[in-house]
Antibody
């Protein structure tokens, strides 16, 4: 069955950096666009970034432009999110999600990984 | 950026009752709207896409309607497992993809 599993979360200092990973299985990873989203407690999901199936067509939400980088390795069925210059407001559960076949909806989500930015 | 406003914030109903949830967009999103269900400690699950199409495996008691700026998610008869938070999401004008603030359906 389709599965996406995030890892790499933890507690990080403001100004620090980290890389999240998302391991995909149960589907042909290389033909799907993939997204990162995040969710703070009590809030709705916030879309962060998307990458096309071939690693092109990359877009970010404004608040992370220049700080976050989405990438993928189709040979390893893995999605990444490199995060630098962390801020307290980046604290959230980070989800990876598959792009639905009709585009820009999210049909499979992981369970998320918690990123806490605090000194 | 398109802002999605969901109402009510909380809906208190009993099992078997009908739930009607609203999502209003700050400008037209055509039919490019989805609904998700989220239970505590879980990721969101896609219920409805393109305003009215049920995703795979979603029971027929869930239905979506609307176009332009006003959308509705209806649960015809609430089952115990339907008590959760529901979010709408638009893809018409992106980036960014945007979500509403959610409606919590709680047991009365």
């Amino acid at each position: 069955q389709v599965q996406v599993v995030e890892s790499g979360g933890g507690v990080f200092q403001p100004g620090g950096s980290l890389r999240l990973s998302c391991a995909a299985s149960g589907f042909t990873f290389s033909v799907y666009g993939m997204h990162w989203l995040r969710q703070s407690p009590g809030k709705g999901p916030e879309w962060v970034a998307v990458i096309g199936h071939d690693g092109r067509n990359i877009y970010y939400t404004d608040s992370v432009k220049g700080r976050f980088t989405i990438s993928r390795d189709n040979s390893k069925n893995t999605l990444y999110l490199q995060m630098i210059s962390l801020r307290a407001e980046d604290t959230a559960v980070y989800y990876c999600a598959r792009d639905f076949q009709v585009g820009k909806y999210l049909d499979y989500w992981g369970q998320g990984t918690l990123v806490t930015v605090s000194s | 950026e398109i802002v999605l406003t969901q109402s009510p914030a909380t809906l208190s109903l009993s099992p078997g009752e009908r739930a009607t949830l609203s999502c209003r967009a700050s400008q037209s999103v055509s039919s490019d709207l989805a609904w998700y269900q989220q239970k505590p400690g879980q990721a969101p699950r896609l219920l409805i896409y393109d305003a009215s199409n049920r995703a795979t495996g979603i029971p027929a008691r869930f239905s979506g309607s609307g176009s332009g700026t006003d959308f509705t998610l209806t649960i015809s008869s609430l089952e115990p497992e339907d008590f959760a938070v529901y979010y709408c999401q638009q893809r018409n004008n992106w980036p960014p993809l945007t979500f509403g603030g959610g409606t919590k359906v709680e047991i009365k």
